[in-house]
């Protein structure tokens, strides 16, 4: 019973570092989180406005993204 009470105790405490270390970004997140949402949004009207405007070249950089970040993962699996 004691070593279950021993890893009960060190259970709670890691749980509380972990609440400790993550309530910072959680706050920031919260206070932050509409400034973030419109940014997103704006950046979407953005990108979707250049799309139309450029279809070809958007064609070509989403490809070129595509290819490289293929490249990458496979690089990052050890296979090249």
């Known amino acids: 019973m004691e070593t279950l009470n021993q890893v009960t ?3 709670h405490r890691a749980l509380n570092k972990v ?3 993550t309530a910072p970004a959680a706050q920031w ?3 932050h989180g509409e400034a973030l949402t ?3 949004g704006q950046l979407l009207d953005r990108t979707r406005k250049y799309v139309l405007a450029n279809p070809l070249q958007s064609l070509g ?6 290819y ?3 490249q990458l993962a496979a690089l990052l699996r050890g296979r090249s």
């Open 38 to 40: 419109a940014s997103s």
């Open 19 to 21: 609440v400790d270390n």
């Open 61 to 66: 950089v989403a490809l070129s993204a595509g």
């Open 29 to 31: 997140l919260e206070e």
């Open 68 to 70: 490289l970040l293929s």
């Open 9 to 11: 105790a060190r259970m």
